[in-house]
C-alpha cells in the first residue's frame, strides 16, 4: 500500500470491500421528468459483463462506534453540534436557544423535533433557517429527533413537516437576527436601519467592509432570548433560498458510504439479540424448550416473558442461529381469519359509526333522480416493504437509559418506553438515527422498544436486529377496508344524493405514549390504547353535493395489528370516491374532467385539474385511445384529490396499456399537477411525487398481504412483490403550481391517493372493466371482466 499513511491503512483494513462494474445504471433524477421503461434497463448479468470488475473500497463510518458512546446526534454530513455554541440550550419552544445554536466557527444548529425519511426535509429545514438568519445554506446543522435536544415538535407523520416548521422555524431565525442587529447597533452606536446582515456577518450598509460575524456580537448566554411573534418575516418577493433547488445534504453521504445509519451502530461490550415473533397475530406462547439451544456458541440468554421470546448472543449471527434452532410452539388464535375472510369478517363486526357530514334530505332526495348507481371498493391488508429490515439498539442502565431508535416520534416513543421499563421519561433519551426508509408506521419502534426491555434484563447494550420475514410479517399493515357508496345523477347530469359509508379499524397504533400499543408490550400482555384515527381521511370529497351523508363505521384492529402506510385512509377513500365519480361521469355521459369540474367550488381545487388537463393533453390522448378489436388497449384515467386535513391538492393523469385477453396490465405514463401553496425546494418536492408515483402504483397493481388462520404467508419478496425498474412508467410529467402566498404544506402523501384511481379509471376507459378491489391483479381484472 504505497504512499498511504498508518491511519490509512489501518482504515482500508477494516474497511468492507463491494464489488461494482462500471455500466449504465438507470435511475431517477430529481431534475428528470423522465422514468425509464424497458428498453432503457440493464439485466445483471449486462451490467456485471460491462463493468470489468472494478473494485471499490468503502471504509464504514467508524464514527458510528464514537457518536454512540458519546450518546451524540450527528447531521447527513456527520457534524454534531459543539461544545462551544453560543447560547446555551433551551427546549422550551418560545425560546430561539431552543432552536437555534451558533458556534464560534459560524455554523448554525437547528435542532429539530422531525425526523428524515428519505423526504428531504433536514434540507428543506436548513433553507427555512438560512433565509431568515442570513447564512449560507451549508452553514446550517440540522440536528433531528434527539429528546435530550429537540424541541418536541410530534411525530413525523401526516405530510406535515414543512407545515408545521415554517413559522417557528423561520421566527426564531429572523428573532436571532434581528436581536443580532440590535447588539451591533448598540455596539457601534448607530441605528439599526443603517445595518444588514449577509452571510454570517453584520455590516454597514454605508460602509459593507466594516463587518461583524454573528458569534462576535451575540452574548454568551442567550437562552432568555424569546422568539417574537410580531418579527418580520422576509417577504416572498425577497426570498433567496427558500424556492431554490437545493441539493439534498443527506445524498453524499448515502452514495459513498458515509452515511451513518442506525444499523452501523456498535456500543462497547454490546451484545445481539434476535425476537422470535408468533407465525400469527393472536397465537400464544404453550411452549419453549431452552435446552435445544443451550450448548450454542455464544448463548448469552434466552429470555421469555408471556409471548415475547428472545435469543441473546454474543455474536450477531450465533443470534440468527439460535433463534432458527430454538424449539417452541405456538397455539394459534380462536377463531382464525385468513386474508380470503377478511371483508365477511369485518361485515360482522360490531362497528361505531361517525357521521362525518349531512347536507339536505339524503335518504330522500332521489325520487325524482334520472339515474341510480351502487358499488363496493376493496382494499386489502398492505406491508410497508422496508427494504432494509428494522433495527434498535438500547443502553439501559440502573438509572437512565439511550435508546437509538428510526423512529418517526421520538418523544412518543420515549414516553412509551419508559413506561414499559418502568423509568421516569426524563431518564430515558431516544436518538433519532435513520433507518431503513418508509413512509408510515413500520417496525422501528417495536425493535427499539425490544431493545430496551432486553438492554435493562441483561444489563448490557443490546442491538435488535429484525430478519427479512420480521419486517414483512410483524410491522403494522395499513388495514383492509371496505367503502360502499350509493348515488343518483338527474336529468341534468348533477349528482343530487351521495352516500357514502367506509368500514375500517384504525390506521394509528404508534406508540403514542402507550406501552400496550409496543409490540413487545402486546407480547408480554399489555393492553393498547387505541384512538379512532386515520379512517376517515378525505372520506368526505371537495366536491359539492345538495344531498350528501358521509360515515365512518370504525372497526375493531381485525386479524392483523393496523397503523400508518403512507396515505393512511386517504388512499382507500379516494379510491372508492374518485372511482365513483368516474362512474356517475359515465353514467351521465360527461367528460371525467368536465363532469368534476361542475361539481367543485374550490378554485385551487378546479385549478390542478386544469393544469393537468393541458400538461397530459388530455382531450387528444382520450380520443387517440380505442376498445378496437386488437388485444392490446391503452386508456386515460384521472383523480383528483386535497390531504386532509388542510393539504395539498393533486391531479393525476395516467396512461395504462391493458391486454384484454391475458389481463396484463402497464402503467406508461403519468401526468401530476401539485400545489402545496410555497414550494421550499422544487427538486425535493419533484422527488416526494414522483416517489408517492411510483410507491402507489406498486401498491395498487401488486401489493396485498395474506394470511391463513394460523400463519402470515408473505414474509419475502417472492410472496409480496413490488414494482420492479421494468414495470415503471416511461414518463412521469410534473407541474407545480408555486403559491407564495399560502403557507407550505407536506408533499409526502398528496399525489398518493390520486394514483390508483386515476390507474383504475384508465382501465375501465381502455376496456369498459371496473375494477373495485386492489390490487389491479390480472387474475382481477378477469374476475371483473366476468362480473
Not at 406462547?285 to 456458541?297: A, C, I
Not at 404508534?510 to 378525505?538: E, F, Q, T, W, Y
Not at 414474509?715 to 415503471?728: G, K, M, Q, T, V
Amino acid at each position: 500500500m504505497p504512499n498511504l499513511t498508518q491511519r490509512e491503512r489501518k482504515s482500508l483494513q477494516r474497511s468492507t470491500v463491494i464489488f461494482v462494474a462500471v455500466g449504465r445504471i438507470c435511475a431517477y433524477s430529481m431534475r428528470s421528468r423522465t422514468l425509464p421503461g424497458p428498453s432503457d434497463m440493464t439485466t445483471r448479468r449486462q451490467f456485471l459483463k460491462a463493468g470489468g470488475g472494478l473494485a471499490i473500497s468503502f471504509t464504514l463510518p467508524l464514527s458510528a462506534m464514537t457518536l454512540a458512546s458519546s450518546a451524540n446526534a450527528v447531521d447527513a454530513r456527520g457534524r454534531a453540534a459543539t461544545e462551544a455554541s453560543a447560547g446555551g440550550k433551551s427546549q422550551d419552544a418560545a425560546r430561539v436557544s431552543a432552536w437555534l445554536a451558533i458556534d464560534k466557527q459560524g455554523d448554525v444548529t437547528l435542532y429539530a423535533g422531525k425526523v428524515e425519511l428519505g423526504t428531504g426535509v433536514q434540507t428543506a429545514l436548513a433553507q427555512l433557517v438560512a433565509e431568515d438568519l442570513d447564512v449560507p445554506v451549508d452553514r446550517v446543522i440540522v440536528l433531528m429527533g434527539d429528546t435530550a435536544t429537540a424541541v418536541d415538535q410530534g411525530p413525523t407523520v401526516g405530510s406535515m413537516t414543512m407545515k408545521t416548521s415554517m413559522q417557528p422555524v423561520r421566527r426564531a431565525a429572523a428573532t436571532a437576527r434581528a436581536h443580532i442587529v440590535a447588539r451591533a447597533s448598540a455596539q457601534w452606536g448607530v441605528a439599526p436601519e443603517q445595518l444588514a446582515t449577509r452571510a454570517g456577518h453584520v455590516y454597514k450598509r454605508a460602509d459593507p467592509a466594516r463587518a461583524l460575524a454573528y458569534v462576535d456580537v451575540l452574548p454568551e448566554d442567550w437562552t432568555s432570548l424569546a422568539i417574537d411573534d410580531t418579527v418580520m418575516l422576509k417577504p416572498s418577493s425577497e426570498l433567496t433560498v427558500i424556492g431554490t433547488a437545493v441539493p439534498r445534504v443527506e445524498l453524499p453521504g448515502k452514495v459513498n458510504g458515509a452515511h451513518i445509519y442506525l444499523q452501523n451502530i456498535r456500543l462497547p461490550n454490546m451484545v445481539h439479540a434476535r425476537v422470535i415473533h408468533p407465525p400469527i397475530n393472536g397465537a400464544t406462547l404453550s411452549r419453549v424448550d431452552r435446552k435445544s439451544v443451550e450448548k450454542m456458541p455464544g448463548l448469552i440468554d434466552v429470555i421469555v416473558k408471556g409471548n415475547f421470546v428472545a435469543v441473546v448472543c454474543e455474536q450477531e449471527f450465533q443470534a440468527v442461529l439460535a433463534s432458527r434452532a430454538l424449539a417452541l410452539e405456538w397455539s394459534p388464535p380462536k377463531p382464525g381469519v385468513d386474508s380470503a375472510g377478511v371483508y365477511d369478517a369485518m361485515r360482522s363486526e360490531p362497528g361505531v359509526d361517525e357521521v362525518l357530514r349531512t347536507t339536505g334530505n339524503p335518504d330522500g332526495a332521489d325520487s325524482h333522480a334520472a339515474k341510480r348507481l351502487v358499488a363496493t371498493y376493496r382494499t386489502p391488508y398492505q406491508t410497508h416493504g422496508s427494504i432494509g429490515p428494522s433495527c434498535g439498539v438500547a443502553d439501559v442502565k440502573a438509572d437512565s437509559a439511550t435508546v437509538w431508535s428510526a423512529t418517526q416520534g421520538s418523544f412518543p416513543l420515549r414516553d412509551a418506553i419508559a413506561e414499559f421499563i418502568g423509568m421516569p421519561r426524563e431518564k430515558v433519551r431516544v436518538v433519532w438515527t435513520e433507518g431503513a426508509g418508509c413512509y408510515g408506521h413500520n417496525g422501528a419502534d417495536d425493535a427499539s422498544a425490544e431493545a430496551a426491555f432486553l438492554s435493562q434484563a441483561l444489563k448490557r447494550p443490546v442491538r435488535v436486529q429484525w430478519m427479512r420475514n420480521d419486517e414483512h410479517g410483524w410491522d403494522p399493515k395499513g388495514p383492509a377496508t371496505e367503502a360502499q357508496i350509493q348515488a343518483s345523477v338527474d336529468a341534468e347530469g348533477r349528482i343530487d344524493r351521495w352516500i357514502y359509508t367506509i368500514s375500517t379499524p384504525t390506521h394509528i397504533s404508534r406508540p403514542m405514549g402507550s406501552a400496550g400499543n409496543l409490540l413487545p408490550g402486546r407480547m408480554m400482555g399489555l393492553a393498547p390504547k387505541p384512538v379512532r384515527i386515520g379512517g376517515d381521511h378525505c372520506a368526505r370529497t371537495l366536491y359539492h353535493f345538495a344531498n350528501e351523508r358521509v360515515t365512518v363505521r370504525w372497526l375493531p384492529d381485525g386479524a392483523l395489528r393496523p397503523s400508518a402506510l403512507r396515505g393512511l385512509g386517504a388512499v382507500a377513500n379516494t379510491l372508492a370516491n374518485e372511482s365513483f365519480m368516474d362512474e356517475l361521469a359515465n353514467l351521465a355521459k360527461r367528460d371525467p374532467i368536465d363532469f368534476r369540474l361542475a361539481h367543485l367550488t374550490d378554485e385551487r381545487a378546479k385549478a390542478v385539474l386544469q393544469a393537468v388537463r393541458r400538461t397530459s393533453d388530455w382531450n387528444a390522448r382520450r380520443a387517440a385511445a380505442t376498445r378496437a378489436n386488437a388485444p392490446e388497449k391503452e386508456g386515460v384515467g384521472v383523480a383528483l384529490a386535497r390531504l386532509e386535513p388542510a393539504g395539498a391538492y393533486v391531479a393525476t393523469v395516467c396512461c395504462v396499456t391493458v391486454n384484454a385477453q391475458t389481463g396484463d396490465m402497464r402503467v406508461s405514463r403519468v401526468f401530476v399537477a401539485h400545489d402545496c401553496g410555497l414550494i421550499v425546494n422544487p427538486d425535493g418536492l419533484r422527488n416526494q411525487i414522483q416517489g408517492c408515483v411510483i410507491q402507489t402504483i406498486s401498491r395498487t397493481m401488486k401489493e396485498e398481504f395474506r394470511f391463513s388462520a394460523t400463519a402470515m404467508l408473505t414474509l419475502d419478496w417472492a410472496s409480496y412483490p413490488i414494482l420492479r425498474f421494468s414495470e415503471c412508467p416511461e414518463e412521469v410529467q410534473i407541474s407545480l403550481i408555486n403559491r407564495q402566498d399560502q403557507p407550505p404544506v407536506g408533499a409526502g402523501e398528496p399525489t398518493a391517493l390520486t394514483i390508483a384511481p386515476a390507474i383504475g379509471n384508465a382501465i375501465f376507459h381502455a376496456t369498459g372493466v371496473r375494477i373495485r378491489k386492489t390490487p389491479f391483479t390480472a387474475s382481477q381484472f378477469k374476475a371483473s371482466q366476468k362480473a
